[in-house]
């Protein structure tokens, strides 16, 4: 059974910095392409950054230069390191894996998000004075 847990999120000032995990079981993290996913309240989730088996990687527009995905396979762990957070990052973060992806864009996030069954509970990330 595959499991995804995410953890790390917090209440945060702008301008701070968080790093996600995600541990995850079930299967061998290193066949999978990996994405962090977000949804904040009334809106629609969005992916915001994702990487291939073969290095390839997606930011999206607003996080670049702030967010770094990185996995470390060894561990079946993936994480998502947020820097100079601002009050719209707040959501509730989700991780998710995919398989077969080459290029990653806005629009194979968001066949990975329909593809994946097995969301976790997300971590709240909440970016406020």
């Known amino acids: 059974q595959v499991q995804l847990v995410e953890s790390g999120g917090a209440l945060v000032q702008p301008g701070g910095s968080l790093r996600l995990s995600c541990v995850v079981s079930g299967l061998t993290l290193d066949l999978y392409d990996i994405g962090w996913f977000r949804q904040a309240p009334g809106k629609e989730r969005e992916g915001v950054s994702g990487a291939t088996t073969e290095g390839t990687t997606y930011y999206l527009e607003t996080v670049k230069g702030r967010f770094t995905i990185s996995r470390d396979d060894g561990q079946n762990t993936m994480y998502l390191q947020m820097n100079d957070l601002r009050p719209e990052d707040t959501a509730v973060y989700f991780c998710?894996?995919?398989?077969?992806?080459?290029?990653?864009?806005?629009?194979?996030?968001?066949?990975?998000?329909?593809?994946?069954?097995?969301w976790g509970q997300g971590t709240q990330v909440t970016v406020s004075s």
């Open positions: 998710a894996v995919g398989y077969g992806f080459h290029v990653l864009d806005a629009k194979a996030m968001e066949q990975m998000a329909a593809d994946f069954g097995s």
